[in-house]
C-alpha cells in the first residue's frame, strides 16, 4: 500500500523566504508527526496532530515555524522567514493512532541560501 | 547531556563479524525503546523494539537494562546489506508519541 508521501522531495529557498511542506500520511492513520533531521544527527521531534488538532508543538523552534491539518489528513508545515539554520532535512511521520509504530515518509530537503 | 547518546562510530567490520551498538539514556520516565535503521539520504525504518527481556529477530538481538538506563542491539553474521546508520530511539512515559532519538551510528560491513 501507499506509505508517507512528502512534497516537494528538495526545495531551495533564500534566506528570509516563506516555504511550506506538505505531508500525505498513509490513509486512516490519525496521528502525524514532524521531526527534522540536520546533517549528521538524528531527527529531532517538532509537533504532533491527533487528527486536526495539535496535541504537542513543543518541539517548534520558534513562531516561525506553524503547521496546520485542517480536515486531519494531509499536513502542511510552514516557515516564515527563512534563515540559513533552517537547513536540513524535513521528516513526516504517521501512526495508526499515538504510541502505535510510526512510517516516516522520504522527507524534504530544505536548502536556505 | 543529550537525552539518548550512541557509540560515536563509524563501525567498519568485514562480512560474517559481530558487531554490538550500545546505547544510554538520561530520563529514567522513558518508557518505549527501539532501534531504527536508515540508510543513506532516506527515512528512518524501524528495526526492532526492544524489551526488557530480551528480544532477538534472526541475526538481530536487542536488549533493555532499565537499571543501567542502557539499550544494546547486537548484529550477528554481518551481511553487506546491514550498512547502515542505527539510531536508538525512545519514547517518554505519558507522552503521546514523540520519539526521541540518538545521534546514530554509521555501520560500514565491507566484503
Known sequence: GAGVSQTPSNKVTEKGK????RCDPISGH?????YRQSLGQGPEFLIYFQGTGAADDSG??????????????????????????????YLCASSLASKETQYFGPGTRLLVL | RKEVEQDPGPFNVPEG????????????ASQSFFWYRQ??????????????SGNEDGRFTAQ????????????????????ATYLCVVNLQ????????GKGTKLSVKP
Open chain 2, 94 to 101: 505519558g507522552s503521546q508519541g514523540n520519539l526521541i532519538f
Open chain 1, 18 to 21: 516563506y516555504v511550506e511542506l
Open chain 2, 39 to 52: 540508510d543513506c539520504r532516506k527515512e528512518p525504518k524501524l528495526l526492532m523494539s526492544v524489551y526488557s
Open chain 1, 60 to 89: 517548534l523552534p520558534n513562531d516561525r515555524f506553524f503547521a496546520v491539518r485542517p480536515e486531519g489528513s494531509v499536513s502542511t508545515l510552514k516557515i516564515q522567514r527563512t534563515e540559513r539554520g533552517d537547513s536540513a532535512v
Open chain 2, 17 to 28: 563479524a559481530t558487531v554490538a551498538f550500545n546505547c544510554t539514556y538520561s530520563n529514567s
Open chain 2, 64 to 83: 533493555l537494562n532499565r537499571a543501567s538506563q542502557y539499550i544494546s542491539l547486537l548484529i550477528r553474521d554481518s551481511k553487506l546489506s546491514d550498512s
Open chain 1, 30 to 34: 490519525t496521528a502525524l508527526y514532524w
